[in-house]
Structures are given as structure tokens and as C-alpha cells.
């Protein structure tokens, strides 16, 4: 049977899950697409093949073709939005991050946990990634011994004109929180935020250099730089005791010419991130057939809010700040 899938946001990201849930995942079909500004959700609705194209964000959670829901609004809608579906009973794909906070995040836990039922995936896609996932493989399978550190960059040609320096940790260094935790299977102990010398086309602390240590005793340094202006470039490097486990921002191909090697990189993160994309949402669906949840859990997105707290105190106070961490649920072990 195919899943009607509705999604809420008919933005850049919830414009592009349309496009892949309508072309590139088996066992789904688009049912409806909200957005507040109506004439996108029904452009994106004409152009993906959605049956419908609602203002009403709660019309599409309570719409019976619906049944399976996926949220890309702004990020302080995201908990209200994933607490309706799990009060309806309906599986969610939820964008990073869970909530701007981690005392908002703790509602949908609690919500799951009232339900008695596992119903949100957090749209945490690098842990899909066949990058990243390889590196895990590799790390797990013992050869290069234990990780000893993370060396992660995160750069973005520009940033969002509504950023500011606590956003660019809440929004974008969220990602390197969940991975570390993937990657390494730690959680993150500690974190102290360093502000570097300002860019000019930055109108916030940027780049920022965000230093966690793990409670295996790891280290995780994350280069956020969003406003690096020549490209999007992601990168990767794991130290372990015999040896290194790296990959590069583009699976591109390389040009030799003139003198100069060249290799072109994306814009943004959606071509770098394609195939991790694909890869999440039909692991979704095909979770919602199987009973069995994929990819990150509410949990998840909750600890990832929990240390992105921690890192804004840091930018705050220019202090290293213990993470404190609520007890795991049974639900999510």
C-alpha cells in the first residue's frame, strides 16, 4: 500500500522533500502541502502532483488521505506541529532541530511517552549519509583502533539574514552534535564555544570554533563558518590510534587542466546531501510499514537541544559548560 504523505512548509527544504517523496521513494504518494504563504504550497502541490494544497497546517495533520507527516515550517513550530501528529497518531519525518529549546523538545517527548509509542524521526539525515556511515563502519570494525578525536568543518557560502550567532549553533552546528554522537556512539560531555576575528560579510560571531569533550574522553572540534562565500564544503576526519578516516565536501568529479585541479562544490547542502536525503525519507516510510523506527528517535533531537543549550550558555559566557542530561526513557532504548 502507499503512505499519503503530507508535508507542512512548502519552503526550500519542504519544497525539495516533496520532490523526492514524489519521485524517488517507493511506497509513498503526496497527499497534501501546507504553507502559510498559500500560492507556494499550491505552486509546489502543481509541480510534485500533491493531491491538495491547504493553508491550515492542523488540516493536513487531520486530513484521513494523510497518513504520515513530514515538517519543514520554521523551527519554532516544529514541536507544536510533531505533539498534534503523535495526539493523532500519525508517524512524523520532523526537520532539525527538534525545537529551538530543549525545554520545548521535552513536550514531545513527553507526548511520545504519554502515547506509549515511538511516532517522530528527526530529520537528522547525515546519519544516512554514505560518507558518514562508512566512516562508522570502519571505526566499528576495529581495525584503526579507538577514535581519539573529530575534526569537523561546517561551511556555508552565506547565512539566513534572520541568523545570529545562538542560531547558527541551534540550527547548523546541531548537525556535527547528532553525527558525533553516531559516529563515535558518546555522548558529548562538555562544550566551550570560541569566537574567532569577525568576517565582514558576517552580521554575527562568525566563524565560531564550538570544542566538545566526550565522555570517552574524545575530542570534537566543529569549524562553523557560515559565511565562507565560496561554497558550501562539509568535511570530515576521524583520529584514531592507527591511523585516519576522512572524506572530503563533494562527491564531484575532479578536473586536471592548465596547471590548476579543480573541483566544483554546491551552493548549499542539498546537492552534497542528496542521496543522504533519499536514503532518510524511504527509510521512513519503509519504518512506518515495518513497525521498526529508523534514524534518529525524538530522543535524539531532544539530547541535540540539550547540548545546543549548553553551547549557546558557552557563546554567552565564554565559559566550558558541563552537559547535563535528562535519564533515557525505556521507550527509546
Keep these: 500500500m ?3 504523505v503530507g508535508i507542512i512548509g512548502a519552503g526550500v527544504m519542504g519544497a525539495d522533500h516533496a520532490r523526492i517523496i514524489a519521485g524517488q521513494v517507493a511506497g509513498a504518494h503526496l497527499a497534501a502541502i501546507s504553507d502559510a504563504d498559500g500560492a507556494r504550497a499550491r505552486a509546489v502541490a502543481a509541480e510534485t502532483g500533491a493531491k491538495r494544497a491547504v493553508d491550515d497546517p492542523l488540516a493536513v495533520i487531520h486530513d484521513p488521505q ?15 506541529y510533531a505533539i498534534a501528529c503523535i495526539k493523532a497518531g500519525k508517524p512524523v519525518l520532523c526537520e532539525k532541530p527538534l525545537a529551538p529549546t530543549a525545554a520545548e523538545g521535552l513536550r514531545v517527548i513527553e507526548a511520545e511517552l504519554s502515547g506509549g509509542k515511538r511516532l517522530v524521526q528527526l530529520g537528522f539525515m547525515r546519519r544516512f549519509d554514505p560518507g558518514y556511515m562508512e566512516m562508522k563502519d570502519l571505526l566499528t570494525s576495529g581495525r584503526y583502533g579507538e577514535a ?10 552565506t547565512a539566513p539574514a534572520h541568523f545570529d550567532s545562538a542560531a547558527a549553533i541551534v540550527n547548523s552546528c546541531v548537525h556535527e552534535v547528532d553525527i558525533s554522537r553516531f559516529v563515535l556512539s558518546a555522548e558529548l560531555a562538555t562544550v566551550h564555544v570560541f569566537r574567532a576575528k569577525r568576517s565582514k560579510f558576517a552580521h554575527f560571531d562568525d566563524p565560531m570554533l564550538v570544542v566538545f569533550e566526550t565522555d570517552k574522553g574524545q575530542l570534537v572540534d566543529v569549524e ?7 561554497g558550501y564544503d562539509v568535511k570530515g576526519e576521524l583520529i584514531c590510534e592507527t591511523g585516519t578516516i576522512s572524506f572530503g565536501p563533494t562527491l564531484n568529479t575532479e578536473i586536471r587542466s ?24 524511504q527509510a521512513w516510510i519503509d519504518s512506518i510499514s515495518t513497525g521498526r523506527p529508523a534514524g534518529s528517535s525524538a530522543w535524539d533531537g531532544f539530547i541535540a537541544t540539550t547540548v545546543t543549550d549548553a553551547g549557546v550558555k558557552s557563546l554567552k559566557t565564554g565559559e566550558t559548560v558541563a552537559i547535563a542530561y535528562e535519564k533515557k526513557p525505556r521507550l527509546y532504548s
Design 2 to 4: 502507499s503512505i499519503g
Design 66 to 80: 494523510v497518513g504520515a507527516v513530514l515538517i519543514a515550517s520554521p523551527d519554532a513550530t516544529h514541536a507544536d
Design 148 to 157: 581519539l578525536a573529530f575534526h569537523c568543518i561546517h561551511r556555508n557560502a
Design 224 to 230: 562553523l563558518f557560515l559565511n565562507a562565500q565560496y
Design 258 to 281: 592548465a596547471g590548476v585541479t579543480a573541483t566544483s562544490l554546491a551552493p548549499d547542502w542539498r546537492p552534497r546531501f542528496a542521496a543522504a536525503y533519499r536514503i532518510q525519507n
